[in-house]
């Protein structure tokens, strides 16, 4: 995933580069979908999935952990500052779709159209740093990541809506089942774990 790759990679590979520096990574974005198909065609070694299911058909997973999920809205947003922000709350309002592919936008977009008399319409932006930037501006509501979102908020040119996510997504390394792990793969494995065990920031906001 983009939130993934843009948000959570950078400190694990900087690690990894100090610590292994024979060790060559070569890191490829793709939607979920897409990777658990790449595993089981061994065109990947490891893979990572946001998922609400952590079991997937040839492929072993390792938990590591909820990603939490929040809605952003711009600071002087009509719904900024309102206390128990509904899913209706946010029917009423434009949206802007979370990043393409993922699977908690395609639940995010369910919950809303849920009851719905006619699909509510989408903004669609082309990835996470535009959504950011239009939900910056005004244009409306999206739902990310909290890592995705953290330096905006704490800038204070985002603020998090008082609204809970009616389900939950886990982040998870996955490879092909049955496959022979190197000792590399098994490190990195053990080390993402590790990293998700220890320090917390680097899992979830």
């Known amino acids: 995933m983009e939130s993934f790759t843009s948000y959570r990679m950078p400190p694990v590979l900087e690690y990894f580069h100090h610590r292994y520096p024979?060790?060559?990574?070569?890191?490829?974005?793709?939607?979920?979908?897409?990777?658990?198909?790449a595993l089981r065609q061994g065109t990947f070694d490891l893979g990572?999935?946001?998922?609400?299911?952590?079991?997937?058909?040839?492929?072993?997973?390792?938990?590591?952990?909820s990603e939490p999920l929040v809605a952003v809205a711009a600071p002087d947003h009509v719904l900024a500052g309102a206390r128990n922000v509904s899913t209706g709350d946010l029917r009423a309002v434009p949206?802007?779709?979370?990043?393409?592919?993922?699977?908690?936008?395609?639940?995010?977009e369910a919950e809303l159209n849920r009851g719905a008399?006619?699909?509510?319409?989408?903004?669609?932006?082309?990835?996470?740093?535009?959504?950011?930037?239009?939900?910056?501006?005004g244009l409306g509501v999206?739902?990310?990541?909290?890592?995705?979102?953290?330096?905006?908020?704490?800038?204070?040119?985002?603020?998090?809506l008082d609204w809970t996510a009616p389900f939950e997504v886990y982040t998870q390394?996955?490879?092909?089942?049955?496959?022979?792990?190197?000792?590399?793969?098994r490190v990195f494995i053990d080390w993402m774990v590790r990293f998700a065990e220890q320090d917390r920031p680097l899992v979830a906001c």
Not at 142 to 160: G, I, N, R, W, Y
């Open 48 to 65: 990572f999935l946001m998922e609400a299911e952590t079991e997937h058909p040839g492929v072993r997973t390792e938990v590591l952990g």
């Open 173 to 185: 390394i996955a490879w092909r089942y049955g496959r022979h792990l190197t000792r590399e793969m």
């Open 95 to 108: 949206i802007l779709a979370p990043e393409a592919g993922c699977s908690y936008g395609a639940m995010f």
């Open 142 to 160: 999206s739902v990310l990541p909290a890592m995705a979102v953290a330096a905006e908020v704490e800038a204070q040119s985002l603020t998090v």
């Open 117 to 137: 008399e006619h699909a509510v319409p989408l903004l669609q932006f082309g990835n996470i740093e535009s959504i950011k930037r239009g939900v910056s501006a």
């Open 22 to 37: 024979q060790l060559q990574l070569a890191l490829r974005p793709s939607l979920c979908r897409d990777t658990c198909e």
